[in-house]
């Protein structure tokens, strides 16, 4: 799918990665802006539900308020396609895209963004406790936003971009 890229808060684009750390499995929901590439929300849980995937749009809405004509793209997982979730995000005037079965590259910005942190920080660490898998996790996070140089974004980080949009949209 081709979305508008001109500005923020037009796509917000969500999944969930998976890993298991000290014999736990641990789920990561992140919800990325697909203009800025921003990750503006993620939750790490030992539950895959529609929980998970709740409190991670709320987090990401307390911090950039979802516009009514907002739309929330995932791929078909029973979290996202759920009842509850599905009325959720109507109660906040979002609209849900889904990607086709058997298509991940048509949220292929959420799936780059794992692809990555997976390389540049998971699989790079042995992790002896919980503890320091979150750790890791959130330096990556606060790391690909504010100094992660994206060249699609025209070498700016995902901050400086989103920093550009609210600009912008103040004059």
Not at 75 to 89: A, E, P, R, W
Not at 129 to 147: D, G, R
Request: proline fraction near 4%; charge should be neutral; hydrophobic fraction near 35%.
């Amino acid at each position: 799918k081709r979305y508008a890229l001109s500005c923020p808060d037009v796509a917000w684009l969500s999944d969930v990665t998976e890993f298991k750390i000290c014999g736990v499995k641990f789920y990561i929901c992140a919800i990325q802006d697909i203009a800025s590439r921003y990750i503006l929300s993620y939750k790490i849980s030992t539950h895959n539900n529609t929980k998970l995937a709740a409190l991670t749009f709320e987090e990401a809405n307390q911090l950039r308020p979802a516009p009514l004509s907002l739309l929330f793209h995932s791929d078909q997982g029973t979290i996202y396609t759920s009842l509850s979730f599905s009325s959720y995000l109507r109660a906040h005037g979002v609209t849900q895209s889904f990607s086709k079965k058997g298509t991940p590259h048509e949220n292929g910005y959420m799936e780059s963004f794992f692809a990555t942190l997976k390389k540049e920080e998971i699989y790079r660490r042995k992790y002896n406790a919980p503890e320091e898998f979150f750790e890791s996790i959130e330096k990556y996070v606060q790391y690909y936003n504010n100094e992660r140089l994206h060249s699609c974004l025209g070498y700016q980080t995902p901050k400086e971009a989103l920093d550009f949009y609210d600009l912008l949209s103040q004059t």
